[in-house]
């Protein structure tokens, strides 16, 4: 398999696995694939809160071993496109 596609497939499924956790964690009611990748976090999107948002960092923790530090930019919780390319830019770090 090419670097390529071992990318697309990483990220494929990092994404699936925080819809599936936002969905848990935050009693969601919609399956990951009415999900779109760029659905905002906040705001008109999934309308998550503040206290979802510390359950978000939780997540990084617990499912991807990341720790957020004050230094990363906010901006990885824009959607769950941005919380994908800040997973996999955690793990390559």
């Not at 819809?19 to 905002?40: G, V």
């Not at 510390?54 to 919380?83: A, C």
Request: aromatic share 6%.
């Amino acid at each position: 398999m090419s670097l390529m596609h071992e990318r697309i497939n990483e990220r494929k499924d990092v994404l699936f696995t925080i819809k599936t956790e936002i969905i848990q964690r935050l009693n969601i009611q919609r399956e990951p694939s009415q999900i779109d990748d760029d659905t905002p976090l906040f705001g008109n999107g999934l309308k998550l809160d503040s206290v979802d948002a510390t359950e978000i960092v939780v997540l990084l923790d617990k499912v991807f071993g990341i720790q957020v530090s004050e230094s990363d930019d906010p901006s990885y919780m824009r959607s769950v496109n941005n919380l994908a390319s800040f997973v996999i830019t955690k793990r390559q770090a």
